[in-house]
């Protein structure tokens, strides 16, 4: 998913946790301007990997890591 904030200024944590199902951790994209944004226990509820959003990070993260269950992107200028 990408998102935009809905006051066009900041996307609220709210916002953040709405989109993903619980707490977020985020984590920077391969060209630093955006941010991917996911459930931050989504490994330990066992949720599906998110293959898409994996490549988008795979610079970042461990070459046997993956990021799992909804992901949403967004500038990393709307993250306060």
Known sequence: ???RPKNGKEVSVEELQEN???DIEMIGCNDQTF???LNEEGKIKELPRNDKA???VDKIIS???YLVGDVLITESKYIK
């Open 35 to 37: 941010v991917c944004v």
């Open 63 to 65: 070459p046997d890591d």
């Open 20 to 22: 993903v199902g619980g």
């Open 54 to 56: 994996t490549k988008l």
């Open 1 to 3: 998913k990408a998102a």
